[in-house]
């Protein structure tokens, strides 16, 4: 059973940053799409930034400029860079994969636990 595990989070003040990681544990092979999303109370869950096995990458344009999405292949771990953190960024964010292969099986739409980011004075 493949697992994503969050970690970075907590709270900073504006304009500060944080570094979200997100790993994949299990006996993988390859993860094609990985992405981040968030969900703030009381609203529904969206989506941050996403990046291919390739390496390719697209943003949320209120995150545009700030975030950065990178991952390490080897270690099947993806990454959330937060530059400038706004008080509108204060959400749950998790990261979130597609095609996970494995011997013998394929998983999709696999989440992680989540994890606190809180951006206030």
């Known amino acids: 059973q493949v697992q994503l595990v969050e970690s970075g989070g907590g709270l900073v003040q504006p304009g500060e940053s944080l570094r979200l990681s997100c790993a994949a544990s299990?006996?993988?092979?390859?993860?094609?799409?990985m992405d981040w999303y968030r969900q703030a109370p009381g609203k529904q869950r969206d989506l941050v930034a996403t990046i291919a096995g390739g390496h390719s990458t697209n943003y949320a344009d209120s995150v545009k400029g700030r975030f950065t999405i990178s991952r390490d292949n080897a270690k099947n771990t993806v990454y959330l860079q937060m530059n400038s953190l706004k008080p509108e960024d204060t959400a749950v964010y998790y990261c979130?994969?597609?095609?996970?292969?494995?011997?013998?099986?394929?998983?999709?739409?696999?989440w992680g636990q989540g994890t606190q980011v809180t951006v206030s004075s």
């Open positions: 299990g006996s993988i092979f390859s993860i094609d799409r």
């Open positions: 979130h994969a597609n095609a996970i292969r494995r011997l013998g099986a394929i998983d999709n739409n696999v």
